[in-house]
């Protein structure tokens, strides 16, 4: 059974929660096994995932990894969101209603969340240990690990050709100023 519905996804994240749910559907293993397993060790893992939980595994469940877990699908679901594979290629998606976003501007936006979900999960690991700080006992079946994924590299960005060729021009033309492309 997988730790998270994607109801729970659109409630947890998605402002207006108009989404094809499908999207979201393909990489909620893939976020579980990337960066929820790998936080909490197989056991725990498993554990959650085997789905009769005590008290205190529901609470784990309930108030941390949903949380850091729809976060992280969001992460690894944009890319698709912005571009879709099709028989003619790769096409950004669009609507008659809205403009799709840039490269830079999905880039900016995806190491927002990436952050709000590591935000979530390190909420989760002080859980488990503020719990065996007051009992031992809790959570025997967490395995500490020092090495979980997180992007120590910052944020992607992505310059468009017109930026790139703004940034010649002003080095062409002796301007040295540094202008700030964060949303």
């Known amino acids: ?10 409630d947890n994240v998605i402002p207006g929660k108009s989404i094809d749910q499908a999207l979201l559907q393909n990489d909620i293993v893939l976020a579980e096994e990337r960066y929820i397993e790998t936080a909490l060790g197989t056991d725990l893992y498993v554990k959650l995932r085997a789905g009769t939980l005590d008290a205190d595994h529901q609470e784990l469940l309930d108030t941390y990894v949903i949380p850091a877990l729809a ?7 944009m890319p698709q969101m912005h571009v879709n594979i099709t028989s ?40 488990i240990l503020d719990e065996q700080k007051l009992d031992s006992s809790k959570f025997p079946d967490y395995d500490r690990r020092e090495d ?5 590299f910052g944020p992607v960005i ?13 080095h062409d033309h002796g301007h040295h100023g540094h202008r700030n492309n964060f949303c």
């Open 88 to 127: 003619a290629g790769l096409v950004i998606n669009n609507t008659e209603f809205s403009d799709a976003a840039s490269s830079k501007a999905v880039a900016v936006s995806r190491n927002n969340m990436l952050s709000k979900a590591e935000h979530f999960r390190g909420r989760m690991i002080q859980f």
């Open 1 to 10: 059974m997988d730790l998270i519905t994607t109801q729970q996804i659109v």
């Open 158 to 170: 992505y310059e468009t050709d017109n930026e790139k060729r703004d940034h010649r021009h002003n």
């Open 71 to 77: 976060r992280f699908v969001v992460y690894e679901a």
């Open 148 to 152: 979980t994924y997180s992007n120590k």
